[in-house]
Nanobody
Framework: QDQLMESGGGSVQAGGSLRLSCAHS????????RAWFRQAPGKEREGVAA???????YYADSVKGRFTISQDDAKKMTYLQMTGLKPEDTAMYYC????????????????????WGQGTQVTVST
């Protein structure tokens, strides 16, 4: 059973916007942290944005001011609003949730998370 399911990816032109959604199962909707990662071909998976319960929101330098992570507890959803998209934002985007013990200190790293989605592709053209 998939614990996380992403949607909302697609192809857009540079400067455009997309909103990614992540639907959580009950098991995968912990309160401690949730995040979005991305992986481009030939590159490592990198943290894009993370929400840590009671702590600051994390954004990668490359997306600050353009991307916004948010959550809806009632719907068990996490979102990533992306604006001002650039070709270098092209990647598979993954939702991650429920930090492992100690993971809240490094919410931008893949090792911190228990659950992962299958990913949704974002392609930005010039």
């Amino acid at each position: 059973q998939d614990q996380l399911m992403e949607s909302g990816g697609g192809s857009v032109q540079a400067g455009g916007s997309l909103r990614l959604s992540c639907a959580h199962s009950t098991f995968a909707y912990g309160t401690n942290c949730r995040a979005w990662f991305r992986q481009a071909p030939g590159k490592e998976r990198e943290g894009v944005a993370a929400l840590v319960g009671g702590g600051p929101t994390y954004y990668a330098d490359s997306v600050k001011g353009r991307f916004t992570i948010s959550q809806d507890d009632a719907k068990k959803m996490t979102y990533l609003q992306m604006t001002g998209l650039k070709p270098e934002d092209t990647a598979m985007y993954y939702c991650a949730a429920v930090c492992r013990p100690g993971g809240t200190k490094n919410p931008q790293t893949t090792h911190s998370y228990t659950y992962w989605g299958q990913g949704t592709q974002v392609t930005v053209s010039t």
